[in-house]
């Protein structure tokens, strides 16, 4: 739950960002926002879940 709030947030940011920059219009940022929502709501949804995390435990196995 902690990571996928934190990547939330962060994709948040970089889309707040981005819309200031003038890098991105709204008109698409609006699309993109819903298409991650209705992709949550489909069968791939465990399956980015579960790579996401896997992606994340190996970021946090990284001994430095």
């Keep these: ?27 698409p940022a609006i699309v993109a926002v819903l298409f991650g929502f209705f992709l949550a709501s489909t069968g791939m949804a465990p399956s980015i879940d579960r ?9 946090g196995s990284i001994k430095f």
């Design 1 to 27: 739950m902690a990571i996928s709030l934190s990547a939330v947030l962060l994709l948040a940011i970089i889309l707040v960002v981005l819309l200031r920059g003038g890098s991105i219009k709204v008109g």
């Design 51 to 59: 790579f996401l995390n896997s992606i994340a435990d190996s970021i």
